[in-house]
């Protein structure tokens, strides 16, 4: 999944919350390309974040 589109804290907002019980692969931290993180949440699902 590709979350994309909210600021920065909305975005790390919600990296947070699904987060918890996953685990982080790239924590959300600024990028030359702008605010990136991934991670597999606790089903395993992948979701990677950009804003």
């Known amino acids: 999944m590709y979350i994309n589109g909210f600021t920065p804290e909305e975005t790390k907002s919600v990296f947070e919350k699904l987060s918890k019980?996953?685990?982080?692969?790239?924590?959300?931290?600024?990028?030359?390309?702008?605010?990136?993180?991934?991670?597999?949440?606790?089903?395993?699902v992948i979701w990677m974040f950009h804003a």
């Open 21 to 44: 019980g996953g685990t982080v692969t790239d924590p959300f931290s600024q990028q030359p390309f702008g605010w990136y993180g991934r991670i597999i949440d606790a089903y395993g």
